[in-house]
């Protein structure tokens, strides 16, 4: 597990396995995050399974799949409505933490400086400069 923190509170990691939860509860995880479809992964990494684990272990579980073609409002409103709801640190998945961190960006956009934002997600290898442009829509519909 490679956890990524993008802000205090939300980290995000690329694929995790069952056994990997009782980490994230060790470490305080309340809220765990799903964006990645059942579709692309074998039936032991698919959303059920890990729910599972993390509702055994008293972490909340969220599945909100989408591949980046496929991301909408609702994605973006589903994620940020768990972020804001959880009463400790989330923890989001996908294949390699990019999806999980673009849905939190849109969500973030007008309370998280584009800046920060886009320095953030290219410290982890994940190129946000092409999103500026609706980073920036997305931040004066917020604030609009």
């Known amino acids: 597990m490679d956890l990524r923190p993008i802000i205090d509170g939300y980290s995000v990691t690329p694929q995790i396995e069952p056994s990997d939860v009782k980490a994230l509860a060790e470490m305080g995880v309340k809220t765990l995050i799903c964006n ?20 055994a272990l008293g972490i909340a579980f969220v599945f909100n799949p989408f591949q980046g073609h496929t ?12 972020i804001a709801a959880s009463d ?8 390699s933490g990019n999806r999980s961190t673009v849905v939190w960006a849109f969500g973030a956009a007008g309370q998280v400086p584009i800046d920060e934002i886009i320095a953030t997600a290219n410290s982890y290898g994940y190129q946000f400069d092409a999103l500026r442009p609706a980073l920036e829509a997305a931040a004066a519909r917020a604030t609009g």
């Open 88 to 95: 400790g640190p989330v923890v989001a998945y996908c294949a």
């Open 36 to 55: 990645r479809p059942d579709i692309e992964n074998p039936p032991a990494f698919q959303a059920a399974q890990i729910q599972a684990e993390a509702e």
């Open 71 to 82: 991301m909408t409002q609702d994605h973006v409103d589903e994620q940020a409505d768990a």
